[in-house]
């Protein structure tokens, strides 16, 4: 019997009639190693196909997951844009409510000035919201950063709120601007109207009527020679020269029709034309012109009319 392996194949090529016939002779060993390797690159080139058609899904895979993020990103940069947009305005108008807030505030401390107490002191408060937003990461690992809606609910929520203060505002911005010109006046009014003690010591002489139907236009306060005399309100020195029986005298006028009187003094420290605030040093106490002893004559006088002090002393 034959073996397998010593067979062979002619093949024969014949192109045509007139040609030499050409022969090849093929072995079988040969012919089934070429059969092998043809299997064997079918095969590679059928893994590698095939890879490459996953490798092609799961680069689509991949591009489509980019573009998913990318358009996330874009979303959330406009929820972005819109969150500062809006901390913007309400920026500006707390600004707004703070400038009117502060004129409460003046108008405030102009009647805590007035009456030492009151006023809207411990209950006027600016109240402030972090406008800086939180956000909140969802735990899902395959979604990316968002912020709580809760936030933005709260934004338009402060955001409405300062709305219906600025409706508001300007009507009551008007009605301060009226109260605090008002109260500047009476401020005003109380500094020129006379209403401390010139000096301290002892009443030696109340206004009136005095024995042998005299009257007294003043207030007598007695104390050592050199005792700092004040003015009981704001004006301006109309007099400060040695009158009669006055002695050394300051008059000052304080407007509103009052006028006050300082006499005995033992030293000026005021010229006429000199603007005095309530409280100023204008003299010393002394015991010039007709007087029994070092004291103050202090006269009130309303429209030229001498008044008694004390109506206006505390």
């Known amino acids: 019997m034959e073996d397998k392996q010593d067979k062979s194949f002619t093949i024969l090529l014949i192109s045509d009639a007139k040609s030499k016939i050409k022969k090849f002779k093929i072995s079988f060993n040969l012919l089934r190693g070429l059969f092998v390797f043809a299997v064997i690159i079918v095969a590679a080139v059928a893994i590698l196909v095939s890879n490459l058609f996953v490798t092609r899904q799961k680069l689509q895979d991949k591009i489509a997951e980019v573009e998913r993020i990318e358009y996330k990103i874009n979303y959330k940069t406009i929820e972005l844009d819109n969150l500062e947009r809006k901390t913007s305005e309400i920026e500006t108008k707390t600004r707004i409510l703070e400038n009117y807030l502060k004129e409460v505030e003046d108008l405030d401390r102009m009647v805590r000035d007035i009456t030492g107490e009151g006023g809207f002191e411990n209950e006027v408060a600016v109240y402030t919201s972090d406008l800086n937003a939180n956000i909140d990461l969802e735990n899902d690992p395959d979604e990316i950063f968002y912020y709580s809606i809760s936030q933005d609910h709260e934004l338009e929520d402060i955001d409405a709120l300062l709305d219906e203060l600025l409706m508001v505002a300007p009507e009551m911005q008007e009605k301060l ?12 009014m109380l500094e020129h109207t006379p209403s401390i003690w010139p000096t301290w010591g002892r009443v030696t002489s109340p206004f009136g009527v005095r024995r042998w139907g005299r009257i007294h236009q ?46 005995h003094l033992s030293r000026f420290m005021v010229n006429v034309g000199d603007q005095v605030k309530q409280g100023d040093t204008i003299g010393l106490m002394g015991n010039t012109g007709f007087s029994t002893g070092p004291h103050l004559h202090y006269e009130v006088r309303v429209e030229g009319t001498p008044k008694d002090p004390m109506d206006f002393l505390p």
């Open 218 to 263: 003043g207030l007598d306060i007695a104390n050592s020679v050199g005792t700092p005399i004040k003015s009981s309100a704001s004006g301006v020195v109309i007099l400060a020269e040695y009158y009669g029986g006055y002695g050394n005298k300051v008059m000052v006028y304080h407007g509103f029709g009052y006028t006050t009187v300082y006499a």
């Open 177 to 188: 601007a009226e109260d605090k010109e008002k109260m500047e006046d009476h401020i005003y």
